[in-house]
């Protein structure tokens, strides 16, 4: 059964393990760590006490923005990034926010769909975004509630 909590400090280094493995440029450890510092909220979804998969949203009302998203590679496509989108949106209602924002790689279909099944629409590339060999543009989408 999957459950979904707040982010607890003894998650950060499960929760990292999945960053890393899942984000082709990952956050630093600091920056990963220290972002709950600065007011970010953070989720996470475990089976068995396991963490599967993690969100991170910064909330200023009355907008949120969805700082990154990601659940383990053996678990995609069983409903935990579902999940972790539907407690993100539920929070952020009773936060009284009405606006959810996010980048996404231009390239990352797979995300791309699942944000468009969750009503994010599409609203603008911002072009070479992401740093790299290959700088890579984004793509900015938002919910509206
Ligand atoms: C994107 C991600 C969070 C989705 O999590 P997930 O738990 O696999 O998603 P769900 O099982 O809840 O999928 C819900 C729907 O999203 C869409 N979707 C999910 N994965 C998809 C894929 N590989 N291809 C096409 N559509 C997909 C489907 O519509 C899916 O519904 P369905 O399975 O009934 O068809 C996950 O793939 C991931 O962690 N990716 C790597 C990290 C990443 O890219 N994060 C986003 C950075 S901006």
New binding site residues.
């Given amino acids: 059964m999957f459950e979904i909590s707040l982010l607890d400090r003894a998650d950060l280094d499960e929760a990292y393990e999945i960053e890393l493995s899942?984000?082709p440029t990952p956050w630093s450890y600091e920056n990963f760590t220290s972002s709950f510092k600065v007011g970010h909220h953070g989720l996470v979804c475990k089976e068995n006490n396991l963490i599967i998969?993690f969100l991170i949203f910064s909330p200023i009302k009355p907008e949120a923005h969805l700082l990154?998203?990601?659940?383990k590679e053996t678990?995609?496509?069983?409903?935990?990034?579902?999940?972790l989108i539907s407690s993100m949106n539920k929070q952020c209602k009773a936060m009284g926010i009405t606006q959810v924002f996010?980048?996404?790689?231009a390239g990352?279909?797979?995300?791309i769909?699942?944000y468009e099944?969750h009503n994010f629409l599409k609203d603008a590339i911002r072009e070479k975004y992401y740093s790299g060999d290959v700088p890579e543009d984004a793509l900015l989408m938002s919910l509206s509630f």
């Fill in positions: 899942t984000n998969g990154s998203i990601a659940v678990h995609e496509r069983r409903g935990i990034g579902s999940l996010l980048e996404v790689r990352n279909d797979k995300a769909s699942f099944g």
